[in-house]
């Protein structure tokens, strides 16, 4: 009986443990945290970043995959190194440096702005969203949108392929809403309104995210259409579209 009443304990512990509710707050990480900005010329950032302060492995995981993520707007050289939010500043700044270097008299400082939220989070998935705002000089900057979507049982990247039972079949979906809401008849080309998807050929978008009532399908700048025209969303119900995932989006 004790053996029995044990076992029930450590299975009932087991479950609380992986349950666990997160609990979140915001970073601020400012860049003369790593640099003497009062002396030297340094770019100009404004970085919020998202992390877990419940003290457990699944959230270190959790925190580590959000950094990491957020990291990518600040890599201009394509690092892979750069997997630290410290390092992509020092990197970003460093950039700036150099060409600050090069061309003295005509640089704009650099600009960085980075924000990290929840977009929705049930039991057993945590859906973030990274916005990004990236100025090296030009015209203008670009801005860039990341959704982020993690199992909270094991506190691991869920990838599209994963998220969606079948692709071809949501994607069939996904088109026939995308062809009704900007007005692209059935038997015309997908490109035919001034969009320019690969190959003539209607696909999801990398970003697949998720708001307590929503579904998210965005496509970002340049990605299906021009700068002008900025990010394309679709959005539908989560309630008409759950049948097509792998996991509970509800």
Same mark, same amino acid.
């Given at each position: 009986?004790?053996?029995?009443?044990?076992?029930?304990?450590?299975?009932?512990?087991?479950?609380?443990?992986?349950?666990?509710?997160?609990?979140?707050?915001?970073?601020?990480?400012?860049?003369?945290?790593?640099?003497?900005?009062?002396?030297?010329?340094?770019?100009?950032?404004?970085?919020?970043?998202?992390?877990?302060?419940?003290?457990?492995?699944?959230?270190?995981?959790?925190?580590?995959?959000?950094?990491?993520?957020?990291?990518?707007?600040?890599?201009?050289?394509?690092?892979?190194?750069?997997?630290?939010?410290?390092? /992509?500043?020092? *990197?970003? !700044?460093?950039? +700036?440096?150099? &060409?600050?270097?090069?061309?003295? $008299?005509? %640089?704009?400082?650099?600009?960085?702005?980075?924000?990290?939220?929840?977009?929705?989070?049930?039991?057993?998935?945590?859906?973030?969203?990274?916005?990004?705002?990236?100025?090296?000089?030009? /015209?203008?900057? *670009?801005? !860039?949108?990341? +959704?982020?979507? &993690?199992?909270?049982?094991?506190? $691991?990247? %869920?990838?599209?392929?994963?998220?969606?039972?079948?692709?071809?079949?949501?994607?069939?979906?996904?088109?026939?809403?995308?062809?009704?809401?900007?007005?692209?008849?059935?038997?015309?080309?997908?490109?035919?309104?001034?969009?320019?998807?690969?190959?003539?050929?209607?696909?999801?978008?990398?970003?697949?995210?998720?708001?307590?009532?929503?579904?998210?399908?965005?496509?970002?700048?340049?990605?299906?259409?021009?700068?002008?025209?900025?990010?394309?969303?679709?959005?539908?119900?989560?309630?008409?579209?759950?049948?097509?995932?792998?996991?509970?989006?509800?």
């Amino acid at each position: 009986m004790k053996f029995i009443f044990f076992l029930v304990f450590l299975v009932c512990f087991s479950s609380c443990e992986t349950n666990e509710s997160l609990t979140f707050q915001k970073r601020t990480i400012a860049i003369d945290d790593f640099f003497d900005c009062q002396t030297t010329d340094c770019a100009i950032t404004e970085i919020f970043l998202l992390e877990s302060i419940t003290e457990n492995e699944m959230s270190k995981k959790i925190n580590l995959e959000i950094e990491k993520t957020a990291c990518t707007a600040l890599n201009l050289e394509d690092d892979s190194s750069l997997s630290t939010m410290e390092k /992509a500043v020092q *990197s970003f !700044n460093n950039s +700036y440096q150099e &060409m600050k270097k090069e061309f003295p $008299e005509e %640089i704009i400082p650099y600009e960085a702005s980075i924000n990290c939220d929840i977009s929705f989070q049930n039991s057993t998935l945590l859906s973030v969203l990274i916005d990004s705002y990236i100025f090296t000089g030009g /015209a203008h900057g *670009s801005g !860039n949108s990341t +959704y982020l979507n &993690m199992n909270l049982k094991t506190g $691991e990247v %869920i990838d599209n392929k994963n998220l969606i039972k079948n692709n071809i079949e949501f994607s069939s979906f996904a088109e026939k809403a995308f062809r009704k809401i900007h007005e692209i008849p059935e038997n015309t080309s997908i490109n035919s309104t001034g969009f320019f998807f690969e190959n003539d050929t209607f696909v999801l978008p990398t970003n697949i995210g998720l708001t307590d009532t929503h579904l998210i399908l965005l496509y970002n700048q340049y990605e299906i259409s021009s700068y002008a025209e900025g990010a394309i969303e679709l959005k539908f119900n989560k309630e008409k579209v759950a049948e097509y995932f792998s996991v509970n989006i509800l």
